[in-house]
């Protein structure tokens, strides 16, 4: 198994711009999750789905950022306009329930300039 | 607001030692995992608990979980220099099924 997949791996961009992030879960899985890792804020998670519906997503920081599951095998997170703050790793992750054990991606590190 | 606390924060123990790292929370949960991060790397599960009394062992590793005392230690048996990483303790919300809260973490070293 390829485990979950994510790209790009390294995104660096300038205020203002669109970034989207891409995730793969692992096939079979029907949660996923999207979580945010910066220093200063530690792990947040930011929205999950569960049958490829969102199901919470009170931690998605602003409007500026969305989040789309349109089917079992794909999802992105969207930040449109970028800004600095917004600088962090990313991580997506999924599991076969809600309640088991989450599998995580390599992340994505974003650089906004 | 469900808490999350990790102690130490930052743990710098040699090789053949022993030691605990404790993770609190501050509202009800039976389900708890703990994480591994390497520097630059993305989390690795090692253990998931689920019921009070829980309790899990991996290697040098051992954790357990009370759900009374809203407390979960992750015990590390004769360190070695591989375990050295931040490690991360991760609650779910009672009834949330699926909303993690994660602890800062506690990174470790381990020295020669």
């Known amino acids: 198994d390829a485990g979950v997949i994510q790209s790009p791996r390294h995104e660096v961009t300038e205020m203002g711009q669109e970034v989207t992030l891409r995730c793969k879960p692992i096939?079979?899985?029907?949660?996923l999750f999207w979580y945010r890792q910066t220093m200063m804020r530690g792990l947040e998670l930011l929205i999950y789905?569960?049958?490829?519906?969102?199901?919470?997503d009170s931690g998605m920081p602003e409007d500026r950022f969305s989040a789309k599951m349109p089917n079992a095998s794909f999802s992105t997170l969207k930040i449109q306009p970028s800004e600095p703050r917004d600088s962090a790793v990313y991580f997506c992750?999924?599991?076969?329930?809600?309640?088991?054990?989450?599998?995580f991606g390599p992340g994505t590190r974003l650089t906004v300039t | 607001e469900l808490k999350v606390e990790q102690n130490p924060l930052f743990l710098s123990m040699q090789e053949g030692k022993n030691y605990t790292i404790y993770c609190n929370y501050s509202?009800?949960?039976?389900?708890l995992y703990w994480y591994r991060q390497d520097p630059g790397k993305s989390l690795e599960s090692l253990f998931v608990?689920?019921?009070?009394?829980a309790v899990k062992q991996e290697g040098r590793l051992m954790a357990s979980l009370d759900t009374k005392a809203r407390l979960s230690t992750l015990h590390i048996t004769a360190a070695v220099h591989d375990l050295s990483a931040t490690y991360f303790c991760?609650?779910?919300?009672?009834?949330?099924?699926?909303?993690?809260?994660f602890g800062k973490g506690t990174k470790l070293s381990v020295k020669p």
């Open positions: 992750a999924s599991s076969f329930q809600q309640v088991l054990e989450q599998y």
């Open positions: 096939s079979g899985h029907n949660s």
């Open positions: 789905f569960n049958n490829n519906v969102p199901i919470d």
């Open positions: 509202t009800t949960s039976d389900r």
């Open positions: 608990l689920l019921s009070n009394g």
């Open positions: 991760a609650v779910d919300m009672s009834g949330s099924q699926g909303n993690l809260i």
